[in-house]
């Protein structure tokens, strides 16, 4: 469509034409000596414009002749979908050439402030800890250490996370290191609630943004020391140093979909029931077994004399405390292998319950066990031969 504007008729034959072969435009007709006037000429439908650009060469062809004939007609016409832009006859596009930029290289100090930084990276290793509570032993001796535990003073790589690694100790200020294995849970995560939110540098919903206070978080670490080291009494002070870096390999039986059932054996010796211990009762860590949540759990467990009551009476009351299906404690290996470990093994897989086992022990009483299991289609066991390396934190050059 055209606006009707009063021009001789081949004009308006010459624009009509132009409309046809053109999607979309606005143009400009004058003559040598007359005044210059507007014509725009109105947007065609897309069934249109796409019927209008498969237009022949002839057509166009066609076209010059008519403006020719018009008596000199000048149109000038810019096409385009997107957002045309009205430009005058003869005008060139200026491009404006950017100087160069020139980076000037940042000053290595000023590169360190935005470096990460792990929280009581700079802390001491040693710390001094309190003695709270002596339990005695024929074989060994049951120590109580309140020790600080917050992340926001002990760093990572030198906290307790899993079961297996053994606390270093110093009892006195010329005395050498001990490294006695540890009968407590590591520290959950809920308890580090706080100091982790701190170091996160977040705030909670509704509190408004304050001056950041540290909190100290004491914790009692139950360790086991040979019964021929010297004695010690409630209220000393030791010096707690950082936690070895390995610790049992816990990932066979971590996951409970994998092994829903799992198989619990134990020599009975002091160190091998600290770790056991420690490995039960964690909760809200690394290595939580989820003992509870197990759809049957099994422990059997060798003799042992001379343990501290602690242990002795934890042993007595794990069957009830963690839900456990089968429970014999200070039975020989042999004897409750062949009597109820072999036998309830073969049931589960009889009724397709994949099976997994925790070794703990001395290296001899592991690799039998493990034959023992192995030979009964047990592909997941967890022994405490197989160390896992925990000194994986990542440094701030890595980054």
């Known amino acids: 469509q055209v606006c009707s504007v009063e021009q001789p008729p081949e004009r308006l034959l010459a624009r009509v034409a132009m409309a046809l072969a053109l999607p979309s435009f606005g143009c ?30 002839a057509a166009a062809s066609r076209l010059a002749l008519a403006l020719a004939a018009s008596g000199g007609l000048a149109v000038t016409a810019r096409c385009g979908l997107r957002s045309p832009a009205r430009r005058r006859c003869g005008e060139t596009k200026r491009r404006s050439v950017k100087s160069p930029v020139t980076i000037e290289k940042r000053d290595e100090s000023e590169l360190n402030k935005y470096k990460i930084v792990f929280s009581a990276e700079d ?180 003799p042992s004399d001379g343990l501290p009551e602690p242990l002795t009476a934890w042993l007595s009351a794990a069957q009830e405390k963690f839900g456990l299906a089968v429970s014999e404690v200070g039975v020989d290996f042999e004897e409750s292998w062949q009597k109820s470990a072999q036998p309830a093994l073969q049931r589960l897989q009889e009724l397709g319950e994949n099976a997994g086992a925790l070794v703990i022990g001395e290296p001899a009483f592991v690799e039998k066990a493990a034959e023992r299991l192995k030979a009964e289609g047990v592909a997941n066991i967890a022994m405490s031969t197989s160390i896992h390396p925990l000194a994986t934190v990542v440094a701030p050059e890595q980054i």
């Not at 400009?28 to 414009?49: A, C, D, K, L, N």
């Not at 978080?217 to 936690?243: C, I, K, M, N, W």
């Not at 092994?259 to 939580?288: K, M, N, Q, Y």
């Open 123 to 302: 802390a001491d290793e040693w710390q001094k800890a309190k003695v709270v509570a002596v339990e005695p032993g024929s074989a060994g001796t049951l120590l109580s250490v309140e020790v600080e535990a917050s992340r926001e003073f002990v760093n990572l790589g030198r906290a307790y996370r899993t079961a297996g690694q053994r606390a270093q100790l110093r009892f006195g200020a010329e005395a050498e290191v001990e490294k006695l294995p540890v009968a407590s849970a590591p520290l959950g995560l809920s308890q580090n609630t706080g100091q982790l939110w701190r170091l996160k540098g977040d705030i909670y919903a509704g509190q408004t943004k304050k001056e950041v206070e540290t909190a100290s978080l004491r914790h009692t670490v139950e360790v086991l020391r040979s019964p021929a080291s010297p004695e010690v009494a409630v209220g000393d002070e030791v010096d707690f140093g950082p936690y070895t870096d390995e610790g049992i390999n816990l990932r066979p039986v971590l996951a409970r979909f994998m092994t829903p059932a799992l198989a619990i054996f134990c020599d009975g010796s002091p160190a091998a029931v600290c770790s056991l211990r420690a490995a039960l009762e964690a909760e809200d860590s690394s290595g939580e077994l989820q003992v509870r949540e197990r759809s049957i759990a099994m422990l059997f467990s060798g």
């Open 28 to 57: 400009s007709s004058s003559t040598r000596s007359g005044p210059v006037r507007q014509v725009q000429i109105q947007e065609q439908p897309w069934r249109r414009r796409v019927a209008a650009a498969r237009s022949s060469t």
